[in-house]
């Protein structure tokens, strides 16, 4: 019952975030695809997002990728959607 609320948790704060993000006049990035990609369909096979899976996407992540603001905006959302601690990112990039 806890894992459920903390998917349906994950999941709301996600698509929130994906919506907030995203940007009718521009077509998404690679690294947003990927990165959207790669979460939705965790969430979608009704997994939690935890943090060993996390920062194994993003060592998939091309290191081209962090330099774009979009990106990193989406980034930033992933970490409070599956509650990162922003030292323990910081870490690992």
Same mark, same amino acid.
């Given at each position: 019952?806890?894992?459920?609320? *903390? *998917?349906?948790?994950? @999941?709301?704060?996600?698509?929130? %975030? ?24 965790? *969430?979608?096979?009704?997994? @939690? ?5 996390? %920062?194994? @996407? ?7 990728? %962090?330099?774009?603001?979009? @990106?990193?905006? *989406? ?19």
């Amino acid at each position: 019952r806890q894992q459920h609320r *903390l *998917l349906v948790d994950q @999941v709301d704060v996600f698509t929130t %975030f994906l919506r907030k993000t995203a940007d009718a006049s521009r077509a998404p990035t690679k690294g947003e695809i990927f990165l959207s990609g790669c979460f939705c369909h965790v *969430l979608a096979g009704g997994c @939690v997002v935890d943090s060993v899976y996390f %920062f194994r @996407v993003l060592h998939k992540l091309p290191g081209d990728e %962090f330099c774009e603001a979009c @990106v990193v905006n *989406l980034l930033a959302a992933c970490c409070m959607a599956f509650s990162i601690a922003i030292p323990e990112y910081k870490a690992h990039v």
